[in-house]
């Protein structure tokens, strides 16, 4: 999602929780799900870039960075070290907002907000290879290439399983914590079984069980620093996962920094 117009369609996530008392809350048919609480906390803080209106962030095998980028006639594709500097870079069609972007094999693939359209390219050399269209709204995307599959969100609880060639969609599911649809799911990141994504417009990061998708950790980052200017839209949207570790970059809509971080139990 890239404007600011569906924030009143959006529940912040920990303020629904501070009303609810485990178990009790829960509808009477459905599970209460064991749900870990933790925290993010900052590593290291790195440069990032305060014009970048990020909707898509991933680190590639050789720990580089795949950033995408949104507004109509700013969009674009483009790679970048973790210290900042920039590889190369592809704008989109001055008519697409860009969205989430993914990785698989050689390929990267962008959404496009409310284009009904995916821009395919080749991961390393980010030149166009295709286009897939898709239903409704793009907002996150992430692959999952054990699973043969791409998890797409549009900003409800619903996700999609995607084929990753070709975007064709398999089927939907609804996340839910403790029987309860969990709306405004935004940039994912998928780790294995996992499925993370940033709560739209909250500092709230939810752990999605890929298979069922329950809710199984919820992660407050709202102690990571937004140091970007004072707008409503330049709200946390950004997860990475870091190969081979248990850390994750975190960035921003236009923050100046991206920050490593692990995730630990709260408090
Ligand atoms: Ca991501």
Not at 30 to 36: A, C, G, I, K
Not at 38 to 52: G, I, N, Q, Y
Request: net charge negative; aromatic share 8%.
């Amino acid at each position: 999602m890239g404007r600011f117009e569906a924030l009143s369609a959006t529940v912040c996530l920990a303020a629904l929780l501070a009303g609810c008392s485990p178990a009790t809350d829960a509808p009477a048919d459905s599970p209460s799900d064991s749900v870990e609480y933790l925290t993010a906390r900052v590593e290291e803080r790195l440069p990032f870039d305060a014009s970048s209106f990020t909707q898509g962030l991933e680190v590639a095998p050789d720990g580089n960075l795949y950033v995408g980028t949104g507004m109509e006639g700013e969009s674009r594709l483009y790679v970048r070290t973790p210290a900042g500097e920039e590889l190369r870079s592809v704008d989109l069609d001055p008519l697409f907002f860009g969205e989430g972007i993914t990785r698989i094999d050689d390929t990267v693939w962008e959404l496009t907000w409310l284009n009904g359209t995916a821009i395919r390219r080749n991961a390393a050399t980010l030149e166009e290879t295709g286009r897939a269209s898709y239903d409704g709204e793009g907002w996150g995307v992430c692959a999952r290439p054990d699973a043969d599959e791409v998890i797409f969100s549009d900003g409800s609880a619903e996700l999609r399983r995607m084929d990753p060639r070709t975007l064709e969609e398999r089927g939907r599911f609804t996340v839910t914590m403790n029987g309860r649809p969990v709306s405004g799911l935004n940039e994912l990141e998928c780790v294995g079984g996992d499925v993370y994504a940033n709560i739209f417009t909250t500092t709230d990061i939810v752990r999605i069980d890929a298979e069922t998708g329950r809710v199984t950790a919820l992660i407050d980052a709202s102690g990571v620093p937004n140091n970007a200017a004072d707008d409503p839209n330049n709200v946390l949207n950004g997860i990475a996962h870091i190969p081979g570790t248990d850390e994750f970059y975190l960035t921003g809509k236009r923050w100046p920094d991206m920050y490593r971080v692990t995730f630990a139990p709260a408090g």
